[in-house]
């Protein structure tokens, strides 16, 4: 009997986690292993230690890695931006409408990926609501002005379709924070944070500006563009130090900002990470100077049949969620990682 | 807050930041999240929207003027039919094999202190945070690399060439994280002392498992059946790697993008949209009755409990 009871979590978890070390660990060691080896699909390939793959993954793409690196970057910085005040809302704004709230977070999954960035497209195109609104009515971007084939719509795409696996570990994060503290810290005269939340406002604020100028190519590191781009940082610091002056409290910065790091590093790597691999969002909003990593391992698997190198791409990708889950894991611990302890 | 308090210095200030903070907290935040949900809500609308238009192209992209015609032959295009159909039984099979796995997993990270146990937590996240593209891609490393000997004998062909087989294989896989995780979530606060009674009445481990424990967790075994129904059959790119030939409804969808993309793709995913809501929605409803329920129960045990411990005393 006792024997038995020992054994039985074994037995309960041993199918699925037989099913996932064939179709989840086996397949990524064939991947190391494909992404070491040499030849082509018409005479097959062979595990060579052709540590060539790697440095041609790094060396050969560098314009796909770096629109990678900013429209990924970019992507989850303004994810951020809106998920936590989003985040915040539901979970201490929500009242007895938290659940719908959550529930409408994760609706767009019911829809398929491919349904949705189509949406975008049909709302950004030349034709669309949006710039039907901007560019006719309001009058705000000139006549030529269009957005579907710019990094402008691939970074929307991405904003859009991970902006939830950026709120749901925030709101975790959120949730946990006893709201007793808030008011115990605004009891000991935690008031606005008037001239801190105004600096910092100004620097993020002038940050996010030179950012987007530079990351969505409205600017480029010369002198002709040095006035719009200074123009857009002065702006954006102006904005940032008003909002920043008018949102952020004293109890935010010291209370619940600490409290919810756990979450802003979660959901940053669940979305960074997965950016990188996007081509859905390039293939139907973007052009081929705006193509990323991820278009580059779809080409090279389903066209090119040149697996070698695209499986040296992937397990990149691979290693960096392993080291970014690891990292987690140690600092925060195991339990965090799954929804704690049921 | 602190107006009418005597310390004059400070109360002026936190008495005037007090107020636009409780305008931030009372206004700024709710409207603004209600505006970002709403902005995530958008492309479903404009999906639904656009399944009605009568566009003036062979690409539905550009409205034209309203019209049913769609909606009246959602099947009027050839292949259409075949791959939905192709999505359902995979999603559905897919599904079935997944939630029984993920379930057992869940029940035993939930009721069972092992040595392992979080080892197998973090194991478990990682498909969950692996790019879909990874997967996908290294699936497909390793149905190809199935077709030489000896994998070939090993697997008996089944892995290469790709089609719907490995299509399930795939979202079996991809699933069963997401099932953990669901079942799980609803197991918290699980009333362990129903299962106990149980034993204690002379039912074995068996039987109380089917009479007490099953009915419990249902709920949350139906909500992860149907979250991952709904990432099955709207999978697109783990699909594209391990489908071959086989088309799938997504994959039609992107094959169609290039050169015609008709008003029913928007019909047939406004109908898969509006099913697994309904059935969600149906689910939580359920989830909610049943929880007043035994609400009510608990309460009545607890006022009894309670009036007997008055009388015991006396």
């Known amino acids: 009997m006792t024997r038995r009871r020992w054994l039985l979590p074994y037995l309960l978890i041993a199918p699925g986690l037989l099913w996932l070390a064939l179709f989840f660990v086996l397949p990524n060691i064939q991947m190391v292993l494909m992404s070491l080896s040499s030849g082509t699909i018409r005479s097959g390939f062979e595990f060579s230690w052709a540590f060539e793959n790697y440095v041609e993954a790094f060396t050969r793409f560098p314009d796909n890695v770096v629109n990678s690196l900013v429209f990924g970057g970019l992507a989850t910085l303004l994810c951020f931006l809106i998920g936590y005040p989003m985040a915040y809302g539901i979970a201490f704004r929500g009242g007895r409408y938290k659940t719908l709230l959550l529930f409408l977070v994760i609706a767009p999954f019911f829809t398929s990926f491919l349904i949705r960035t189509i949406s975008w497209r049909i709302i950004l195109g030349d034709q669309g609501v949006f710039l039907s609104l901007v560019r006719d009515t309001l009058g705000i971007v000139p006549p030529n002005f269009s957005i579907i084939g710019t990094p402008l719509a691939v970074v929307s795409g991405l904003t859009y379709q991970y902006l939830p696996f950026m709120v749901l570990p925030l709101y975790v994060a959120l949730e946990k924070i006893d709201y007793r503290l808030i008011e115990a810290a605004r009891d000991l005269y935690a008031g606005p944070w008037r001239r801190g939340g105004a600096i910092t406002g100004a620097f993020g604020g002038g940050f996010l500006a030179a950012a987007l100028m530079l990351g969505l190519r409205y600017a480029s590191l010369d002198a002709e563009s040095l006035v719009p781009l200074l123009l857009a940082v002065a702006a954006g610091a102006a904005i940032g130090a008003v909002v920043g002056s008018f949102l952020i409290s004293e109890a935010f910065v010291r209370v619940i900002w600490p409290l919810s790091l756990p979450g802003v590093f979660a959901g940053s790597i669940l979305v960074f990470i997965p950016t990188l691999g996007d081509y859905v969002n390039v293939e139907l909003l973007g052009n081929p100077q705006t193509q990323m990593i991820g278009n580059v391992i779809q080409n090279r698997f389903l066209q090119q049949n040149d697996y070698p190198l695209a499986a040296a791409l992937s397990f990149i990708l691979m290693a960096a969620i392993l080291v970014a889950i690891i990292v987690y894991a140690r600092v925060l611990g195991t339990e965090e990682l799954t929804g704690g302890r049921g | ?314």
């Open chain 2, 1 to 314: 807050m602190s107006s009418g308090s005597e310390l004059a210095v400070p109360s002026t200030r936190t008495a005037r930041g007090g107020r636009t903070m409780q305008t931030v907290e009372r206004w700024v935040v709710p409207l603004f999240t209600a505006a970002a949900v709403f902005y995530l809500l958008v492309p479903i609308l404009v999906m639904i929207a656009y399944s009605f238009n009568d566009p003036p192209g062979r690409f539905n992209f550009v409205w034209g003027k309203f019209s049913l015609a769609a909606w009246l032959n959602p099947f009027g295009r050839p292949g259409l039919q075949e791959a939905l159909v192709t999505s359902l039984g995979i999603a559905f099979i897919a599904t079935i094999v997944a939630t029984a796995l993920g379930t057992l997993i869940a029940l035993a990270l939930t009721r069972y202190d092992f040595r392992g146990r979080s080892s197998t937590n973090v194991f478990l996240f990682i498909p969950m945070a692996t790019p879909e593209i990874v997967l996908g891609a290294s699936l497909l490393t390793m149905f190809v690399g199935t077709a030489q000997e000896p994998f070939k004998t090993l697997t008996g062909g089944l892995l290469f060439p790709l089609g719907a087989q490995t299509i399930l294989v795939a979202h079996v896989m991809f699933n069963i994280s997401f099932v953990v995780v669901t079942v799980r979530a609803r197991m918290q606060g699980f009333p362990r002392h129903l299962e106990e009674a149980a034993m204690d009445l002379g039912a074995n481990e068996w039987t109380t498992f089917w009479k007490v424990t099953f009915p419990l967790i249902l709920p949350g075994i139906l909500a992860a059946f149907l979250l991952c129904f709904s990432l099955s059959i709207d999978d697109f790119v783990i699909t594209q790697f391990t489908s071959g030939t086989e088309q799938t409804f997504p994959i039609w969808v992107w094959a169609s993008i290039r050169n015609n993309f008709p008003p029913q793709i928007h019909v047939i995913s406004t109908m898969v949209f509006a099913g697994a809501i309904l059935l969600v929605a149906l689910n939580t409803l359920n989830e909610r009755r049943v929880e007043r329920r035994d609400r009510r129960i608990g309460s009545e045990e607890a006022a009894r409990a309670a009036a007997a411990h008055q009388e015991a005393p006396a």
